[in-house]
């Protein structure tokens, strides 16, 4: 399985020549066409998948070209099979050699769209899974035609570069010799419709454990409840405030495993086996946490409401360690806003307990 | 918010089969997708948590960097391999969002963030992104933050990523896999122009799964820089902003990228200026010619007029940076 291309033409780029025997008659010229690379050396017809392959065909507008060792053929959309070369040590080699130009290891599959200018236009390596060559290639033909009309749907300048009606699609199947006719009983077993939608299910409610501060709470809740409406609605934490409930204000600040989020943002089904710190769990026996208390000292705050975000963010801040001047910790508590204004102070408290701690 | 059926994906091939259902979308950070479902702007029937997927590993590629789609943007942005080989994405990231959100998002649902533009945000004006074919409520609305590059008469909504912006700039390539396969999509065709269907943003495929960023070793990522302007000082999106990358020889440019971010459809690459700047020197004349040439094709409204003075301004500054 290939987790990359290495090698071989990406996007945008020119497409490698082609010269397989039987084949220059259609690729010489300057026709658009897509070119699957696949590892099987014989092939067989398509039986059960050619009335999707000439659907897919005929929404293209395409030929489909199969280039292997064991032969070349051409599927069009209305036409019949129509083999355009037989097997030969000549079409082994040139099949290889067309296949390292385009990056392709002899035991990859791979498809390649390439415009009536000769540029790649999507790229595709394939992944069998165990099933048989033209399940997978329908699959990626499938693939290959919705990105086109999404292309073709929305860039006007690349419509230009190729409409539906002059794409070809050309697949050259490419390979060294392997159990193809084995694949086609696999293909055999494989279920009937992988694309029909799923039974749509109600959705369930979900069970979650969240460990708050040290404690676990079992809950059972809609898949929808934030982190922050499980501690508030539902846990009665409602040291954590809620103001712009979008991420903009930072009321909701707390720490999972250590590090500060938003939790108006954060789905509480998401941070089950995660440790998750409020406000409520930073004094420690009974003593304010030294952020806590350098906030009263400096009376960093008006009317209070944003000050547990501001605490919880500025607690992370000084473990992250980034920041020391003022400039620095204003930037660091840029997500934490304050609409009485009570900066300067929550700034000299946040200095004053980092001063005290390094 | 409308229900949804919650699905936590253990492995890949786990995501792959559930994500491709109709109506399944990841979820990742949950930064955007959690806020716009909130705002039903985005209804997704499921939701696949792809967050235990061993997609977080940042590494060393021949030089470059090979990312997870699942780092973080704070984990991105703090990496020594990043911040000793490419600082624009590190300067892009830190100015982007807040430090609690880029804790939160990663560099896959970061490429998948989608427009603030008011009206689509809003759920009930006429959007043809939110709701295809209902019109376009900015054409004749308050357009201050909209785009100048790259509309169409559909929809002028400006892609928001700071990120990406520096992605065009440093070459990247997006990875992809989906049900029958992997893909490699250039940054530079991975987000897709509005044209006659806004509500398609990228070559994302239904279901496709973003695996990895790819940032190539290069002469020009050294001397990469991110200068973004905004409304406040931080935690603002970008007015304009743009990401440089240079190779120079002496005061001579070798290689140039400009992708400029906040004015465009889509995180935008200024190739004629990139072109124009080969073999000049670094001078500010230099400057100001690629970035007239940048801003040549924009088409502002009187809203956002002062966005093509503003890019401009910001491209100068930020070869300034690059160069000195
Ligand atoms: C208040 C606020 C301010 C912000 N300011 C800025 C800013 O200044 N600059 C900036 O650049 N950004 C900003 N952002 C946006 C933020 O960067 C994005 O929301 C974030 O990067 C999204 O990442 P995520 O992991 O949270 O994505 P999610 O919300 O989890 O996902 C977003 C989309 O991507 C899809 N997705 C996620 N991962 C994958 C994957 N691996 N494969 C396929 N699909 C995937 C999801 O299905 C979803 O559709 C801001 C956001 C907020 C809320
Ligand atoms: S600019 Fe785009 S996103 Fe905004 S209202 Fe128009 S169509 Fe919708
Ligand atoms: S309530 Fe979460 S950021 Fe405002
Ligand atoms: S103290 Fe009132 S909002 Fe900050």
Redesign the pocket.
Known sequence: MSESFVSGPSVGSAAPDLVVPGLERRVSHAEPRVLAFVRDGKLTEPVTELPTIRAELRGLGAELVVVSPGGVWSVRADDPLEPLAAASAELAAEVSDAAQRYGVTHDEDAVFVIDGRGVVRFNHRLERRGRALWATLTDALTIAGRAAHMREGHDARQRVLFTRREWTVTCLVVGCATAFLSACKEQEHRPADRRSPPAEPAPPDVEVMLRINGTVHRLTIDPRTSLLDALRERLGMTGTKKGCD???CGACTVLIDGKRVVSC?TLAAMVGDRDITTIEGLARDGALHPVQRAFVEHDGLQCGYCTPGQIMSAVALIREGHATSDDEVREQMSGNLCRCGAYPNIIAAIQAARRTRG | MQPFAFVHADSVDDALATGGRDGA???????????LMRLEVMRPRSIVD?TGLP?TAIEDMRGGVRIG??AT?TGVAYHPLITTRFPALVEALL????PQ?RN???V???L??RTRCPYFRDGVSPCNKRAPGSGCAALDGYTRSHAVLGTSGRCIATH????CVALVALDATVHTRGPSGVRAIPIGDFHTLPGDHPEIESA?LPG???THVELPASAFAARSRYTKVRDRAS????LASCAVALDLRGTAIRDARIALGGIATKPWRAREAERWLLGRATTTDNFRRAAAIALEGASPRPDNAFKVELARRTIVRALQRGAS
């Open positions: 979008g991420g903009q943002l | 979308r990841y979820i990742a950070g949950g930064t955007t997708l959690v806020d792809i997609l789609a699942l943007n100015s982007g969002a807040s959100l939160m998002a990663t896959g649902g970061n998948l963030q928001p990523s700071d990120m994302l496709e799964l973003v935690f603002s999106f970008a």
